[in-house]
């Protein structure tokens, strides 16, 4: 490739990324360079920015044509936009956390690190959106989980965060080991790594054996990209880890990073598995021959992750679970396989964006304060911050899925693929519906903490102003998504066409 | 007659004037009362009168729409009806103006009047439905006010405990009503008794579908009108103000069973076996209670069995096809039963006890009283020339044609057995020397007496109204245009008359011999039956048998009930609770901490997905 | 050269993926379990090698992927043993069955 | 006033109260009663404007309301196949029902001035939300809509139950938070089976393309579906084994919660049952008739027989609410008019009554500090109204002719003597019970001789006596004048009639 091809190449359409790396790389040097009694945190002002600007630059690329450079491995199509838009808002909202972050122990020294690092993950899981190559689809991730181990770490003299990014770390590897020896089976039976061409190659696919080892490849797959989505059977972490974090390192983990693992989970399965046919052409392809086990993970994650949620008494270590069944949630849209499969799941993914955010500003503020992370420190929140207290109320009740907030509409759309599915999927979303139930005991056990039970102490919260934006979004969101969620749909609807762009 | 509707909202009006204002009138609530009443007895007469040279008159508005079936409400004046009207607000006036001097000084008198209005209203009610629905709604509401006028002393717990069994007793008779009703519905398509007895006529209700509804309305007469098995409450009923006890518990509400099945007596007629069963349970009833009203001590609760004895005896008559013999009876103990509890109540307002033990010699105290009692007794006991004897006659010769030889003789008993208890309680309380000590006895006031001495005419002369002598102008009214109720008046044999002077009078002198002149022992009897003697005042041990079956079977059950509540539904919450928890556990304890366990359960899971896939899909296909 | 059959070297792969997963579940020295996961990673590489010349349809991806694989696998381990290192520091083990400090 | 927007401003119009209240201070107690009070009474003259309108003879149909709200997306981009309307409407049988809601709610925002002790901003801002919450019920015209606001009426019942409530209060709360929880997951799962099936949520349309055999939907699954729609409904009713957690609800939460709880929540089962239970399933329902026959003598027999032996007044209540209930099955069970007729007076009759006696154990209890009726006696001597009126409502409870509880179990068991005589004989000794363990209990508390503790106590005054005249008179009303109320309900009867017939 001469230097003229490489000018001729449609950069504009990365520049969501360039703007990003651009500003990692501005924040390396002025961490580097500006004298350190100079506070960091309008670094983290800087970032926050950025990825505004990515946002809008996002969003300008809105409603065009699907686009490609360097040979399709990075690509923009409507399924990328609009998984880039829930990450940069999470993103931007995790951002908006840590600058108002501040543990009695401190990260100031390394504070910069802190936002370069969050942009870099940013960039990874941005990476792996516009993937349509397995190497940067791999790259993506892997940007996303480095950054992310030492994320986890990043209170150094924390022995919890050290542990949790430890485990974090060797989990993390395990787990990258199984997908990429997946990959590989799936790299060696095409001999390609670009996702459309094996797809093409595999719709053809009719030797058995070929198909037996694809279906393990598959299998591996799955069960390695399960860590990012905290899912069954690849799910145990995630307490140890979310509880040992930062905060707002938590939150992003619970989010980005969990959005990120099902946009490259949809994105290999569909294109991949979506087309490998079982017996020669036209037959059923594997994805759909390998509902059943997309289902059992699904029911296992659901049924762990809430049940197991009961018996926390630790707020983070509950969200975890919590979050470990949302992500069975998702995966019960996904293995549904219905037409409104992507609407359902970035809405879904956009709502608990929103709840889950919110949930862990607040979190936030609480277990600064009192320097814990347990449930019972919420208690009698509604005396000490009546405001705060109904604002986890809300988001608490979207999470549990309620009617009136995102995460009930969230929910009906996941019951409504799952039912309309051919064939109908009762059991699974009757193990969704109940343990949803089930659910209703731990989040409603938080809210019994905070408004029936007298407060320990009864000094003043305050709230940053980055929590409060956090709040106002998350709040102000849930509900108008629970009422008006066609704002989402129309926006869905009339700007992105992701099943007629995905396979372009 | 069209305006006979009004007849029974007057007392209505009086219950709510009452019970909104009472508190700010005080004793001036008697005069709402008796004012009201008056109006309506007033209309009764006139609607009386009217109803002789008139035919039956019927209005009805429409009450509830159930998609095309439309019920009706109200009202009738037919013989029955015009007559019970009468009754009902002449005996509910005499009691109002009674309660007057009665009640003096009681501080919730003007509730008393306002429970005595909603009874009155309810009674007029029952007695002018046009339909078994409305009579049944009535019939409630009777019970209604008999239960709060029961209950009026609410603080003795005796009062409340009556109370109680009268309202839960009654109901269980009421069931049996409502059932029957229900069925004679769906049978007919109507609740009006007219179009009742159309299809009965018709004959296109079965036979044994007119046997059960005709027996399971008997039920709720049993319940109402205190027949056996259903007796028990109404001895306990005279835990209330004596008024009550004349007004309710004599004169007209356990006479409503009576009425009901008067009422309804084309459909009894249709059933042979509903016919007997009525004559049956009358007859045992009247002899019974008789038996028990022998060896009680308390003025009022010898009244009551006696009442008990006597509703038997209409019973009786009405189940032998002596439809003008039970009416009549009906007409003629409401009198001299009103009469004799207002007697009784004169005495017991005089003496301060209802315990006849402690009585005596009280004829030359209450002048006026004790004769009007001696009259009450006499009529009661079925002495020539008094009402009673023409009543009771009646029933007698209806049962002997109607084919019940047993039961005519159980009625002579009967009939003996009253005559000598009636008057054992009047040797007892009037003659002889006082028991106990007695201070202030004195006659009860006029607004008292005047009521008794009306209802001692009555008692006497209303017996000529249909008489085999100066022939039955009652009879011929009554099924005057409904040839299906019978003869006018039965002709009997002679002795039957005879017979019947004769017991009575025995009965009377055996009683003088005991109580009056004291020449044979009173334990001359007793003494011989030591055991019986002991059932018998025990009331038979009916009361005891109850609790030990019926209410400690539902007691059992109800306990029974409550361990499947605690230990079966509660168990099976508990049990899914806690396995849902004991996962949540398990789970909890799998989440070791060891990071190498996480790694090895995530590889644990596909390898079983692995090995799953390999068995099913790949190898196994 | 080509009288080793392509089915050994993914046995190869599949034996020393194996190695590496049994030293990564199993040791205890956190180092150990770093190096295991190398281990692992590494038969990846085998893997695409492999595929890269005697796959379906043979080509140069597979050995880009192999270096990509190697780059980011260094990266990972230097985070994880920086990651020990505070570790150690603040614990003054390198035990991975003593961090248990959050569990159930 | 456009006459479309009235149901929308009735049923979201205590929303207003709720901002109002939220920018009080929480030191202005007066006003804070005041504003919960008057936000009630929009909805209630509304809903009696509405009735006005339907005496007047005019049709009901002209509230209805129906805009389109959510599309859920499917395939072709451009036209939505799965959509759900905001649609609101009343029939006969809704308007009743939101009379009564109404009524009640304004009653039990007077209640709750005297019962609630503590922090009446947080209570009123739930209670309306409540309110809102349960006319939305009975005016949403889809299944999506009516489970919004079923759940919607969940969750300020949980904080009203745990907050303000009694000894054991948290425990009731999640009792009721988990039985309603499951019973509206499986009402979840159906109305989204049927969704997902039929591509409408409308129950008008539900009823057509159910009621085609030749339809998307099996017979089996139809009565799988019915079954499952049971058990939703049997938890909110409550019909046994699924009962437990409303004792728990009934004697621990505040009187005016209690009011509104068993007046109108758990009438939503019954709405339920009868409008998509009957009107979307009818062959289903005819099918299991005789089993909901039997469940409903169950639950009469059942609850009257433990009612018996409760040694607590409002376990008492509790029990005879569940008896109650099994009249409404029973009516429900007959198929025929004077059965659901009857079911449905039941369930207005039950409504003002519960409300009444629960009133008044809240009155009884804030004088008394117990409801244990051992404890309690001879009450009639100190404050005879309060007995008075307690009485009355156990004898309108017990059905005495002249309330509305006559004229509903007459209709209903009238309704079942002609399908099933024998069942409807056993239903009989319920009558009995009923009047047994009323009596019992309430004269174990009125009557009897006084004790010498509550010798002091306080009649029912001012305000208090507002919620006892208004419910005891509307009892009358119905009791007396049964066609006030049956006169809404005939189109309503005759369009599930027709439902079954064909």
């Known amino acids: ?504 | 007659m069209e305006n006979a509707w009004l007849i029974p909202l007057f007392p209505l009006l009086s219950f709510l004037l009452l019970l909104l204002i009472g508190k700010r009138l005080r004793e001036a609530s008697a005069y709402v009362g008796i004012l009201l009443t008056l109006a309506s007895l007033v209309f009764s007469i006139l609607v009386l009168f009217e109803r002789f040279s008139e035919p039956t008159y019927m209005a009805k508005v429409n009450w509830l729409t159930i998609g095309e079936v439309h019920l009706t409400a109200g009202f009738e004046v037919n013989q029955l009806n015009a007559l019970m009207l009468f009754i009902v607000s002449l005996v509910s006036f005499l009691v109002h103006t009674y309660s007057k001097g009665y009640m003096q000084g009681d501080e919730r008198f003007h509730v008393f009047y306002a429970y005595l209005g909603l009874f009155t209203f309810a009674m007029l009610g029952l007695v002018i439905s046009p339909n078994i629905l409305q009579t049944y709604i009535f019939w409630e509401l009777v019970g209604v006010g008999s239960f709060l006028l029961i209950g009026f002393y609410f603080y003795k717990e005796e009062a409340k405990a009556a109370a109680k069994k009268a309202f839960i007793m009654t109901r269980i008779g009421d069931v049996g009503l409502f059932i029957g009703m229900i069925l004679l519905f769906w049978q007919t398509q109507s609740f009006e008794y007219s179009e009742i007895f159309k299809a009965v006529e018709a004959g296109s209700v079965s036979n044994t579908m007119i046997t059960l509804t005709a027996i399971l309305i008997f039920i709720g007469a049993i319940g109402k009108s205190g027949q056996f098995p259903l007796h028990t409450w109404l001895p306990d009923a005279m835990e209330g103000p004596t008024p009550v006890s004349a007004l309710i518990h004599a004169a007209t509400m356990v006479a409503a069973g009576v009425y009901l099945v008067a009422a309804l007596f084309p459909l009894f007629l249709a059933s042979k076996t509903a016919l007997l069963t009525v004559a049956v349970i009358g007859g045992f009833t009247a002899i019974f209670a008789a038996s028990i009203g022998l060896v009680q001590t308390d003025i009022k609760r010898v009244l009551a069995y006696s009442t008990v004895s006597q509703l038997g005896y209409m019973m009786l008559a009405l189940g032998c096809g002596g439809y003008v013999a039970g009416v009549f009876h009906l007409m003629t103990h409401a009198f001299f039963k009103a009469l004799l509890f207002l007697a009784a109540g004169s005495v017991i307002h005089a003496v301060h006890t209802q315990n006849i033990e402690e009585m005596g010699g009280l004829w030359k105290k209450l002048k006026l009283t004790a004769p009007l009692f001696l009259i009450g007794t006499l009529a009661i006991s079925g002495v020539p020339g008094l009402s009673g004897f023409f009543s009771k006659d009646e029933i007698l010769v209806a049962a002997w044609e109607g084919g019940h030889p047993v039961l005519f003789l159980l009625a002579l008993i009967a009939a003996f057995m009253t005559a000598f208890y009636m008057f054992r309680l009047f040797f007892m309380v009037f003659t002889g020397d006082a028991r106990s000590e007695q201070r202030d006895v004195n006659e009860s006031p006029s607004v008292m007496t005047l009521p008794m001495v009306l209802l001692g005419i009555l008692a006497v002369v209303a017996g000529y109204i249909n008489t085999p002598w100066f022939g039955s102008f009652l009879g011929d009214w009554l099924v005057d245009g409904n040839p299906i109720l019978g003869a006018a008046h039965i002709e009997g044999p002679a002795w039957i008359m005879i017979a019947a002077t004769v017991v009575s009078l025995a009965g009377i002198l055996f009683a003088y011999f005991i109580y009056g002149k004291r020449s044979i022992a009173p334990d001359w009897l007793s003494g011989k039956g030591d055991m019986l003697h002991t059932v018998v005042s025990n009331k038979y041990y009916i009361d005891e048998f109850y609790q030990m079956t019926v209410v400690a079977i539902v007691t059992g059950f109800s306990y029974f009930l409550r361990l499947i509540d605690t230990f079966l539904v509660e168990g099976i919450v508990k049990g899914v609770v806690g396995f849902v928890q004991g996962l949540g556990r398990t789970g909890a304890k799998m989440q070791s901490g060891q990071v190498q366990t996480y790694g090895a359960v995530a590889f644990l899971g596909l390898a079983v997905l692995a090995v799953i896939y390999a068995l099913t899909g790949g190898y196994l296909r | 050269m080509s009288s080793v059959p392509a089915s050994a070297f993914l046995a190869l792969a599949l034996i020393l993926f194996c190695i590496g997963l049994y030293g990564a579940l199993t040791k205890r020295n956190t180092v150990i379990v770093l190096i295991s996961i190398e281990l692992m990673l590494n038969a990846v590489n085998i893997n695409l090698v492999t595929f890269s010349k005697y796959g379906v349809s043979p080509s140069i991806n597979g050995q880009v992927f192999a270096l990509f694989a190697m780059a980011v696998a260094a990266a990972e381990a230097a985070v994880g043993l920086a990651i020990l290192m505070a570790l150690y520091r603040n614990k003054k083990t390198v035990h991975i069955d003593e961090m248990n400090e959050m569990k159930h | 006033m456009n006459l479309q927007s009235i149901l929308s401003i009735l049923v979201f119009s205590p929303l207003l109260g709720i901002i109002v209240l939220a920018m009080l201070p929480k030191t202005q107690e007066k006003a804070i009663k005041a504003v919960g009070f008057l936000a009630t009474l929009p909805p209630l003259i509304l809903s009696f404007a509405v009735y006005a309108h339907f005496l007047a003879g005019k049709s009901l149909s002209d509230f209805s309301v129906s805009v389109p709200w959510i599309q859920f997306h499917g395939i072709n981009a451009q036209e939505p196949i799965f959509s759900v309307s905001y649609e609101l409407a009343v029939s006969g049988f809704q308007l009743v029902l939101v009379v009564l809601t109404s009524v009640v709610s304004t009653l039990a925002a007077i209640g709750a001035v005297t019962f609630i002790k503590k922090e009446w901003k947080g209570y009123f801002m739930l209670f309306l939300l409540l309110v809102t919450g349960m006319l939305g019920v009975f005016t949403a015209e889809n299944l999506i809509l009516f489970f919004i606001f079923f759940e919607v009426t969940l969750i300020p019942t949980f904080f009203l139950i745990g907050k303000w409530g009694y000894f054991e209060k948290e425990k009731a709360a999640y009792s009721f938070l988990i039985y309603n929880g499951l019973g509206s997951a499986v009402l979840l799962i159906v109305i989204m089976i049927l969704f997902a099936k039929t591509g409408t949520t409308n129950i008008e349309l539900l009823k057509e393309i159910v009621g085609d055999p030749s339809g998307p939907l099996s017979a089996d699954f139809k009565l799988g579906l019915f079954i499952a729609l049971l058990v939703a409904f049997g938890v909110k009713l409550p019909i046994f084994p699924l009962h437990s957690w409303m004792l728990r609800v009934h004697v621990q939460a505040p009187p005016s919660v209690v009011m509104i709880h068993s007046g109108i929540l758990l009438k939503i089962g019954a709405y339920g049952l009868i409008r998509f239970g009957m009107g979307i399933f009818p062959n289903q329902f005819e099918k299991l008739a005789t089993l909901i026959a039997i469940l409903g003598l169950i639950n009469l027999l059942y609850g009257a027989f433990l009612a018996f032996i409760q040694t607590d007044f409002k376990m008492v209540l509790a029990y005879s609410s569940i008896s109650h209930m099994g009249i409404v099955l029973i009516g429900l069970a007959a198929m025929n008019e004077a059965g659901i007729q009857g079911a449905i007076f039941q369930v207005v009759s039950h409504g003002l009554i519960s409300a009444l006696l629960f009133f008044l154990v809240g009155v009884l209890y804030e004088r008394t500090e117990t409801s244990l009726i051992d404890n309690l006696g001879g009450l009639a001597k100190g404050m005879p109204l309060a007995a008075g009126f307690l009485l009355a409502g156990a004898l309108g409870s017990l059905g005495l002719p002249g309330m509305s509880g006559f004229v509903s179990e007459f209709m209903a068991f009238l309704g079942l003597f002609k399908v099933q005589p024998w069942i409807a004989a056993v239903g009989t000794i319920g009558i009995i019970m009923t009047a047994a363990y009323l009596l019992r209990a309430v004269l174990g508390m009125t009557y009897g001789r006084a004790h010498r503790e509550f010798d002091g106590v306080l009649d029912l005054r001012g305000v208090e006596l507002v919620p006892v005249v208004v419910l005891m008179l509307l009892i009358v009303l119905i009791g007396v004048y049964p066609s006030v109320l049956s006169s809404p309900l005939q189109a309503t009867l005759e369009t599930i009639m027709l439902g079954l017939g064909g």
């Open chain 1, 1 to 504: 490739m001469s230097l003229e091809t490489f000018q001729q190449l449609n950069w504009s359409i990365m520049t969501p990324e360039f703007i990003i790396l651009g500003v990692i790389a501005v924040l390396v040097l002025c961490d580097l360079f500006m004298p350190k009694t100079l506070d960091r945190k309008i670094l983290g002002w800087v970032g926050i920015a950025a990825v505004f600007a990515a946002m809008a630059a996002t969003a300008a690329m809105v409603g065009g044509p699907v686009q490609s450079i360097l040979h399709d491995t990075f690509r923009i199509d409507s399924f990328s936009l609009a998984f880039k838009l829930l990450l940069l808002c999470g993103g931007v909202l995790v951002l908006f956390l840590a600058v108002s972050y501040e543990p009695k122990d401190g990260v100031e020294r390394y504070q910069a690190e802190f936002y370069y690092l969050f942009l870099a993950a940013l960039l990874g899981a941005m990476v792996m959106t516009s993937s349509g190559d397995l190497i940067t689809l791999y790259i993506g991730l892997e940007l996303l989980s480095i950054t992310s181990y030492i994320l986890a770490g990043i209170r150094k003299f924390h022995l919890q965060s050290n542990e949790s990014a430890m485990k974090y770390v060797i989990n993390g590897g395990i787990s990258t080991a199984i997908t990429l020896f997946g990959m590989s089976y799936v790299y060696g039976l095409t001999g390609t790594t670009n996702l459309l061409e094996m797809a093409n190659k595999l719709v053809t696919l009719a030797n058995s054996n070929h198909v037996y080892l694809l279906t393990l490849a598959f299998l591996m797959l799955v069960v390695g990209l399960a860590f990012k989505l905290a899912a069954a059977p690849f799910h145990m972490w995630a307490p140890d880890v979310y509880q040992g974090a930062p905060t707002p390192v938590t939150a992003f983990l619970s989010v980005v990073s969990k959005i990120a693992g099902f946009v490259i989970l949809i994105r290999i399965l569909l294109t991949v598995f979506g087309f490998a046919a079982t017996k020669g052409q036209g037959s059923m392809p594997i994805l759909y021959d390998m509902q059943n086990y997309l289902a059992v993970i699904a029911a296992a994650t659901m049924i762990i992750g809430n049940v197991v949620a009961l018996r926390q008494t630790d707020i983070k270590r509950m969200f975890a679970y919590s979050s470990i069944a949302h992500a069975g949630y998702l995966l019960v849209a996904l293995t549904s396989l219905t037409t409104n499969m992507f609407d359902s799941i970035w809405f879904y993914l956009l709502a608990y964006l929103l709840m889950n955010l919110g949930a862990f500003a607040i979190i936030q503020v609480i277990t600064e304060k009192a320097g814990g992370t347990a449930i019972a420190d919420f208690a009698g929140l509604y005396r000490r911050a009546p405001v705060l207290a109904v604002a986890m109320g809300i988001l608490l009740i979207s999470l549990a899925g309620f009617p009136g907030t995102a995460g009930f509409i969230g929910k009906l759309n996941i019951f409504l693929g799952a039912f309309y599915a051919e064939p109908a999927h009762y059991v699974l979303a009757s193990i969704m519906i109940a343990t949803t139930v089930v659910s209703y005991f731990y989040y409603f056990g938080v809210m019994t903490q905070m408004f029936f039970r007298p407060p320990a102490d009864d000094s003043k919260l305050n709230i940053p102003f980055g929590i409060l934006v956090v709040l106002i979004v998350a709040v102000v969101g849930s509900i108008l998504l629970g009422i008006m969620p066609n704002i989402a749909f129309d926006f869905m609807q009339n700007n992105l066409d992701i099943i007629g762009d995905f396979f372009k």
